[in-house]
């Protein structure tokens, strides 16, 4: 695949809840391997626009291409396999807490027939060494502290080897001492080369990390461009007040 | 006072062994029903999802000695079961009549699920859907299994509750041990201590069913090391 090529494409994105219009006419691309980081004021629309790349918000207006493969138009067969190719982490990690770790992160892989259970295993085993947590395979997700927990979100995310994965405030709801885990975490998936798409207030992570930052205002993508431009260059009035309040 | 036992224990023990047998049954279509009428109750298909509420209402809000007269009568013009004598009573009666205690069961067991689904956070379901997998998927590996886990204390009351009201199907003649006691208090014309040692009967299996239930409490529970 050439370095150019649009792994996501969204095109006139709208969204709404009711009379609460949440997405009006999002438009960017993603292309293979870029760090896309979205940043902006709490109910702007960043997790929602989240959510519509894999479908877990429904009943959008335009169009969000995934290789290609229009997203909001697939089968129920279709769309699984598609969000098999993103793998999402949520701000509350969202373990499965009757399962272990392995478990946890083995479950869909097995399940859905994607490896023999005996490779299944061995790749979780990789990845928990890859997020820094190979004693706790056998442990039940309460044990462990939130910054554990999220990173094994990200190993279970990858156990379905995706294409491309989203990141929606992973570090939010943690205590301070265990955000770098997790930034660490995502920065070396970041250099092995993973598209990323990312959501989050932690500001000098996004600007070392980002090939792109789109700052989203109000349902709309006020603003964007390079890490650079964002955060030294603009001229948005609205980006430039934005960063003053979280920098 | 309970000289009578002497002779009369071999229909204690059989009356006892019909309302194992019938609170058995009528708790397994109880759960069945339960899990389809959860499933068509937090259906989207709107259709289902109104079926499910008039048969939870309608059980709920009628007694249940008529709903198993009505069962039974019903199932009888329609259902042929041979003759065959069960522990005392015809099978033409001990069939429709766990089948009733089931249908009344399973809108209670439909409600205590409800209940335990949504104490599931949507981020559970959200994760599993993420991951690839079916709805059915993470429906059954994902939700039930948690919100099992949450519900068994509810779930123990309603079997509890099953157990004790099986002696409904008295009015339609199967013997069970409260039908059975009611005989022995005919033939003795005292009803007091038959009635007495089928109290005690239906305490004992309650009992012993609640400490089955606590049993398995802990069964589940110990796996999540801090409760959640
Ligand atoms: N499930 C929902 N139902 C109704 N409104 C919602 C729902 N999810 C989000 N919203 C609304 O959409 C807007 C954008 O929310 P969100 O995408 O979560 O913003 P952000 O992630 O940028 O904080 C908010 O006004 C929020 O109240
Ligand atoms: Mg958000």
Known sequence: ?247 | MFDFLKQYYPVFVEGTAQTIIISIIGILIGILLGLIFVMMRLSKIKVLSYIARVYIAIVRGTPAMIQVMLIYYTLSKVLEVPQIQFLGSGLDRVIPGSIALGINSGAYTAEIFRSGIISIPKGQTEAGLSLGLSDRTTMFSIVLPQAVRNILPALGNEFISLVKESSVLFYIGVQEVTAQALGVGGTLYDFVPPLIVAALIYFVLTFILSQLMQLLEKKMGRKYLQSN
């Open chain 1, 1 to 247: 695949m050439s370095a150019e090529e649009k792994i996501i494409e969204v095109d006139n994105l709208k969204k709404s809840f009711g009379e609460n219009i949440v997405l009006k006419d999002i438009s960017f691309n993603v292309k293979k391997s870029e760090k896309v980081v979205l940043i902006g004021p709490s109910g702007g629309g960043k997790s929602t626009l989240l959510r519509c790349l894999n479908r877990l918000e429904d009943d959008y207006e335009g169009k969000v291409l995934f290789e290609g493969e229009n997203v909001n138009g697939a089968s129920k067969e279709k769309l699984r396999v598609l969000r098999q190719k993103m793998g999402m982490v949520f701000q509350q990690f969202n373990l499965f807490p009757h399962k272990t770790v392995l478990e946890n992160i083995t479950f869909s892989p097995i399940k859905l027939k994607l490896e023999a259970p005996k490779i299944a295993v061995a790749h979780a085993h990789e990845l928990l060494k890859q997020v820094g947590l190979s004693e706790k395979a056998a442990a039940y997700p309460q044990s462990l502290s939130g910054g554990q927990q999220q990173r094994v979100a990200i190993a279970r995310a990858l156990a379905m080897r995706p294409e491309v994965m989203l990141f929606d405030e992973p570090t939010s709801a943690l205590d301070p001492e265990m955000v770098g885990d997790v930034l660490d975490v995502m920065e070396g998936l970041a250099k092995d080369g993973m598209t990323m798409i990312i959501v989050t207030h932690e500001m000098s992570f996004a600007q070392n990390i980002a090939d792109k930052v789109l700052f989203m205002n109000d349902g709309m993508i006020a603003d964007s461009g390079t890490a650079e431009y964002i955060f030294k260059k603009t001229n948005n009035t609205r980006t430039r007040a934005f960063l003053s309040k979280v920098m």
